[in-house]
Each structure stands twice: as C-alpha cells, then as structure tokens.
C-alpha cells in the first residue's frame, strides 16, 4: 500500500487535541480502566522518559517510583484508553531519552524546571521606559 493511503486512513483514528507533551515534563495522565460492566478514572503521574513513533502508534513511556520501586508504563498519544494528559511543570532536558533517570534516586532524579530565568528576562519593548523611568527617578 501507498503511504498517502495509509496516512489518510490513520488520519480518521488521530486525536484533535492530541497532548503537546516533551520529554522531561511531569505529567499526569488520565487513564479509563474497564472493571466489569464499571469505568473510571485512574490517574497515572511520573515524568516522561521517552517518546517515539509517529502517527497513530505514538507512543511516549512515564516513569514514577511507588513504594521505592521504579514504575514505567508506556502510553498510546492517540488511545481512547487515554482521557486527558496534565502537564504539571515542564522540566529542562537536554537527552531525547531519559533512561539516566532509572539509576537515580532521592533529589539527584530531579530534574531543572524549564520556565526557570523566565522572571528576570527583559523585554527588548520594555527596556527603554525602565530606563527613562530609572533615570527621571533619580534626578
């Protein structure tokens, strides 16, 4: 088959609000559990270790330590299964996969938050009046 076929196919199963989420992030993902003729609600949290594949088999793996012991479990972006993904804070990485983290424990698995700098950045249109305010304040 062509790969313009499969696209198009694929395309009907591909969510529209599909998660912007990166490696390094801490997320919680949403997962629906079928118990029986019952569905809920489980929530999975940890921090997203890996992403790969493309279209409708992408797949990105969370990584969380319950009860001291390191828990994985990998997602389908686009699977039913997966009702929402919250993304609690952003972490700074400079690895596409975070397989390092499987041999940390205790503070040194943290990672650096991504937004960190963010509050003392200028911008370049505010720069000129907190000069001008600056220098009339002296005077």
């Given amino acids: 088959m062509s790969d313009a076929l499969l696209a198009t196919v694929e395309k009907a199963h591909l969510k529209a609000d599909a998660p912007e989420i990166n490696v390094g992030d801490t997320v919680d993902v949403h997962v ?24 409708a ?3 990105f793996t969370v990584r ?4 001291n012991e390191g828990v994985e ?13 919250d993304i609690k804070r952003g972490g700074h990485v400079r690895r596409a996969k975070l397989y390092y983290l499987r ?11 991504r937004r960190r700098g963010l509050a003392v950045a200028v911008t370049p249109e505010a720069a000129p ?5 600056e220098t009339a304040a002296s005077e």
């Fill in 32 to 55: 629906r559990i079928v118990e029986g003729a019952k569905e809920r609600i489980q929530v999975f949290n940890g921090v997203v270790i890996k992403r790969q594949g493309k279209g």
């Fill in 57 to 59: 088999s992408e797949t």
């Fill in 64 to 67: 969380r330590i319950v009860a």
């Fill in 73 to 85: 479990r990998t997602f389908l972006i686009h699977s039913p299964r997966v009702a929402k993904v």
């Fill in 103 to 113: 041999d940390r424990v205790g503070k040194s698995r943290r990672l650096r938050d």
């Fill in 129 to 133: 009046e907190a000069v001008a305010t």
